[in-house]
Antibody, heavy 117, light 107 residues
Framework: QVQLVQSGAEVKKPGASVKVSCKAS????????MHWVRQAPGQGLEWMGW????????NYAQKFQGRVTMTRDTSITTAYMELSRLRSDDTAVYYC??????????WGQGTLVTVSS | DIQMTQSPSSLSASVGDRVTITCRAS??????LNWYQQKPGKAPKLLIY???NLQTGVPSRFSGSGSGTDFTLTISSLQPEDFATYYC?????????FGQGTKVEIK
């Protein structure tokens, strides 16, 4: 069964950066794009972007351009999402997710990032 | 970016009711439309992919239809475990987007 295991909860101050990791296992890591989706408390799902683990190529939602960086380390089958210049409205659960066909079938457990002074 | 608009934002229904949720795209997305169910504190679950294909293991009371800009998720007979929030999501463009969600509550 595909497993995506994310790093633990983070508390950050406004203006700081956060880097969330997503360890993938039981499938070919370089064979599938990794997506990142977030959900603010009581709000809907927001797609942030994807990384192609094979090439390292990325595509970010326009809203996050310039603030988000997605990377990967194929040697340890781990993807990363770094968000900089954090604001209070970046408080959310961040998910890594892998698609099958055109839908997201596999999700990490989520990482809560709290931005507070 | 392609905008996805769901309606209604919330609805109240009883067990056994037929429930329909609609999703409209701001431009044609062919059949690149997926539906998810999310319960509180849990990750979303894929129900329908490519507009009308039932994901393995999902009960047959769920169905999807549509193409182009207008799509529908139907629950033929609402069950207690179906009370949740439902999202549509397009994968037509390289930048994906979700609808704002539809919360299905108990009447």
């Amino acid at each position: 069964q595909v497993q995506l295991v994310q790093s633990g909860a983070e508390v950050k101050k406004p203006g700081a950066s956060v880097k969330v990791s997503c360890k993938a296992s039981t499938y070919t890591f370089t064979g599938y794009y990794m997506h990142w989706v977030r959900q603010a408390p009581g709000q809907g799902l927001e797609w942030m972007g994807w990384i192609n683990p094979n090439s390292g190529g990325t595509n970010y939602a326009q809203k996050f351009q310039g603030r988000v960086t997605m990377t990967r380390d194929t040697s340890i089958t781990t993807a990363y999402m770094e968000l900089s210049r954090l604001r209070s409205d970046d408080t959310a659960v961040y998910y890594c997710a892998r698609a099958k066909s055109s839908g997201i079938l596999y999700w990490g457990q989520g990482t809560l990032v709290t931005v507070s002074s | 970016d392609i905008q996805m608009t769901q309606s209604p934002s919330s609805l109240s229904a009883s067990v056994g009711d037929r429930v329909t949720i609609t999703c409209r795209a701001s431009q044609s997305i062919s059949n690149y439309l997926n539906w998810y169910q999310q319960k509180p504190g849990k990750a979303p679950k894929l129900l329908i992919y490519a507009a009308s294909n039932l994901q393995t293991g999902v009960p047959s009371r769920f169905s999807g239809s549509g193409s182009g800009t207008d799509f529908t998720l139907t629950i033929s007979s609402l069950q207690p475990e179906d009370f949740a929030t439902y999202y549509c999501q397009q994968s037509y463009s390289t930048s994906w987007t979700f609808g704002q969600g539809t919360k299905v509550e108990i009447k």
